[in-house]
């Protein structure tokens, strides 16, 4: 990971709002982090927390009625939130490249992928056409597909599911950007591919200095790529730090429950634990801590009161639990010592 000292990218206390004939319900609450150049940072939940959300917003392509009705997207240092859409379309492609979870809808079957990647490449960078063919040549070999001076000629139906994605990434990389957004890059693939993928997505951290936001519900996935995981529950951060720190230490009831539904390979267990219940729906979010109906460590203030992140060891949590203000209950503190 980079040292430098200023993040590439910085999200403060995002918020995102569908306005609705029911209503205006809030998909992002508050959302804050940031990413370092060569940075991968992995973003965790069950379907519905709004992980796909929060990376739509990033690269300007929330759709209608969604907007962001709050908060700051810096990259770089410049705010972005606020482009005019021309200039914003400008900054997509050249400084933030997005891989998205099904190939198929990234890329156009009537032209060959070849043409496809020139014209990115055209549209951002000074080059000829030839100059473009020759780098959309090194980036599909780059990304390793093999014969690539023959296979650029092809349509994207000629390639396997692991072949389109790699081709997507090339397309991502095109115009050399400083930040990816990868929405479940591997999801759709088998896990020998999916492995290959990973690799990848590290191997350009680490030669291009490219941070990465890595949106995810595979916790294999997370362990083997990132630096960094943030938990995502009901819109908001459960829980954000060190990758190991949260998988093997987690400080959110929450982000316990995900860990423990891992299985270990070598532990014969007789079922894995789960959480009980399901993620609330967005007009229906309970009062205090969103994740209070279904957390076993519950107790009063959880209920009443909405906790944001605070120090948890070395991770921030959202949760009471963690409360050094002397507020939590005496009750709390022998939960707390029995669940450490």
């Known amino acids: 990971m980079s040292t430098s000292s200023r993040p590439l990218l910085e999200v403060r206390n995002l918020r995102v709002e569908f306005n609705t004939r029911r209503g205006t319900l809030t998909a992002i609450d508050d959302v804050s982090f940031e990413i370092a150049p060569g940075e991968v940072l992995g973003l965790v939940g069950e379907s519905g927390a709004g992980k796909s959300i929060t990376g739509t917003a990033i690269i300007g392509l929330l759709e209608p009625p969604g907007r962001v009705a709050g908060g700051e997207i810096h990259l770089d240092g410049q705010r972005i939130d606020t482009l005019p859409a021309e200039q914003m379309r400008r900054i997509r492609g050249r400084q933030i490249g997005a891989i998205f979870q099904d ?12 043409r496809q990647i020139t014209e990115t490449i055209q549209t951002h960078l000074p080059m000829n056409a030839r100059q473009a063919r020759e780098r959309a040549v090194a980036l599909l070999k780059e990304v390793g597909i093999p014969a690539a001076e023959r296979r650029i000629d092809h349509y994207p139906h000629q ?52 941070a990465v936001m890595l949106v995810t519900h595979d916790m294999g996935v997370i362990a083997e790529t990132a630096d960094r995981v943030a938990v995502m529950y009901a819109g908001r951060l459960a829980e954000i730090g060190p990758v190991q720190e949260v998988i093997h230490h987690p400080k959110h009831p929450y982000s316990v429950g995900l860990m423990g539904s891992i299985p270990a ?4 267990v007789e079922r894995l634990p789960q959480i009980e219940g399901s993620m609330p729906r967005l007009d229906a979010i309970p009062r205090g801590c969103a994740y209070n109906p279904r ?17 948890a060891g070395a991770t921030r949590a959202a949760c009471w639990l963690h409360a050094r203000d ?3 209950s005496p009750g709390n503190r022998a939960e707390d010592s029995a669940h450490a």
Do not use: W
């Open 159 to 210: 390639f396997s599911g692991g072949m389109r994605q790699r081709v997507v990434i090339a397309l991502a990389l095109c115009a050399n950007p400083r930040l990816i957004i990868a929405d479940e890059p591997t999801t759709a693939l088998d896990v020998s591919i999916q492995a290959q993928i990973i690799q990848l997505l590290k191997k350009l951290c680490r030669d291009h200095g490219t």
């Open 103 to 114: 190939p198929l809808t990234s890329l156009n079957p009537l032209y060959t992928i070849g």
């Open 265 to 268: 390979i070598g532990q014969e």
């Open 326 to 328: 002397g507020e939590a």
């Open 295 to 311: 957390c076993p460590d519950v107790f009063e203030r959880c209920r009443t009161q909405r906790p944001n992140l605070m120090p």
